[in-house]
């Protein structure tokens, strides 16, 4: 009977060892850095011309879901709210910025600030993604947006409104900086429209004039 007490014993201390282990792990998983959300201003014309926009960057080893798109490892997804510089309908946008500020080479005066964000993180803007109303009107824009999706992961409560320059005095404010965000340059053919709201929403191509 002493014999089998102790067999009993080692082996619940075995799997006490490993569970504690095991939850150490998924702890750690749960925290890991998996991406890097941006909060973009670049103001073309002071104060009135300008855009911001949320940019995502994959930094784990695994492809991740952002919104509707599937970011490669070491790539990204920008994603804005549009009006008058498009011709496929006013609403949300993936991939104009990352494709259109490196064409023009405009990273230079992009001013940003950064965040890291593990998977609990990404889930949270991946719902405000979804819930946020695929439009564009003078309540919701583009800073609106974008200061909207930053403020579901880090939990600030930023704010601006639709003329450019209070954006990106915002993010200055914040500490951010001009020229120091790099965006993996997406081609034209990854710059896509969002159709439709919540689980109807797709992504549709988009014609030069949008994209250029």
């Known amino acids: 009977m002493k014999k089998l007490l102790a067999i009993l014993l080692t082996v619940a201390m075995l799997f006490a060892t490993a569970s504690t282990a095991f939850a150490a792990d998924a702890s750690q998983a749960a925290d890991e850095n998996i991406a890097t959300i941006s909060?973009?201003?670049?103001?073309?014309?002071?104060?009135?011309?300008?855009?911001?926009?949320?940019?995502?960057?994959?930094?784990s080893d695994e492809t991740i879901r952002?919104?509707?798109?599937?970011?490669?490892?070491?790539?990204?997804?920008?994603?804005?709210?549009?009006?008058?510089?498009?011709?496929?309908?006013?609403?949300?946008?993936?991939?104009?910025?990352?494709?259109?500020?490196?064409?023009?080479?405009?990273?230079?005066?992009v001013r940003s600030i950064s965040e890291d964000m593990?998977?609990?993180?990404?889930?949270?803007?991946?719902?405000?993604?979804?819930?946020?109303?695929?439009?564009?009107?003078?309540?919701?824009?583009?800073?609106?947006?974008?200061?909207?999706?930053?403020?579901?992961?880090?939990g600030d409560a930023m704010f601006s409104l639709l003329i450019p320059a209070i954006s990106d005095f915002m993010i200055m404010l914040k500490g951010g900086k001009k020229g120091v965000l790099e965006m993996y340059q997406n081609p034209r053919e990854n710059v896509y429209r969002q159709k439709g709201s919540g689980d109807d929403a797709v992504l549709v191509p988009v014609s030069d004039y949008t994209a250029n």
């Open 118 to 154: 593990d998977a609990d993180d990404l889930a949270s803007l991946n719902k405000a993604l979804k819930k946020y109303p695929n439009m564009w009107s003078f309540g919701v824009n583009c800073a609106t947006f974008s200061f909207s999706m930053w403020n579901s992961v880090t």
């Open 39 to 59: 909060l973009c201003s670049n103001i073309y014309v002071w104060p009135v011309s300008g855009h911001t926009w949320i940019y995502v960057h994959n930094n």
């Open 66 to 109: 952002v919104g509707l798109w599937d970011v490669p490892p070491d790539q990204g997804v920008s994603i804005g709210a549009f009006s008058f510089s498009v011709d496929n309908g006013w609403g949300i946008y993936y991939n104009i910025e990352s494709y259109k500020e490196n064409l023009k080479n405009r990273m230079d005066t």
